[in-house]
């Protein structure tokens, strides 16, 4: 299920970069902008994390306009191992998240351990949460924001990502 949850989030991202593209209005969208490299962001931060290596993520000054921020979103894809090729073993075990602490300091309150698992189904949530955003803000913009739910993705044959 971790395999599909991660082929259903490429495709989504790529059709929400093709609604971004058909929406001349989201090209110059601080919110867009914003929203779209924090979903690419907090997903390159987690590769990191499963490499074990301290996440090292471009700043938005990095990116000069929209399509920069989607080819590093795109990248992602071709860096994110094969979910099908992990370690069963290796899934429910603690798997420290580095800026946890920080977010507990903010919070005020301990947080709970998790497991590689539950960060595998986090950046797939994650995204979605963000990309309804994205529709939100496309709709407003006067764009069509695609259905990407996961049903959709399976109604429609599973098919493969699409970027514009």
């Known amino acids: ?3 599909a949850l991660y082929q259903h989030m490429e495709w989504a991202d790529a059709a929400v970069w ?3 593209a058909a929406t001349p209005e989201a090209e110059k969208d601080a919110k867009v902008r914003e929203r779209m490299l924090h979903i690419h962001s907090v997903q390159h ?6 490499r074990g ?3 090292v993520i471009p700043g938005s000054a990095h990116f000069p306009d929209l399509q920069s921020i989607r080819d590093w979103g795109r990248e992602y894809y071709r860096l994110l191992v094969d979910t099908r090729n992990l370690d069963p073993s290796q899934l429910d075990r603690p798997f420290p998240i580095p ?3 920080r977010l507990e300091e903010q ?3 301990p947080f709970s351990s998790v497991t ?3 960060t595998l189904l986090q950046i797939p949530m994650h995204s979605h949460y963000h ?7 496309l709709r407003e913009l006067g764009g069509e924001p695609p259905l990407v739910d996961f049903i959709a993705w399976t109604w429609f044959g599973k098919p493969a990502p699409e970027w514009p």
């Open 1 to 3: 299920m971790i395999d």
């Open 18 to 20: 093709r609604a971004i």
């Open 45 to 50: 931060a987690y590769i990191f994390v499963w």
């Open 53 to 55: 290596v301290e996440p």
């Open 99 to 101: 800026w946890a602490k």
């Open 107 to 109: 919070t005020g309150r």
């Open 116 to 118: 590689l698992r539950e």
């Open 131 to 137: 990309r309804g955003q994205v529709n939100t803000r």
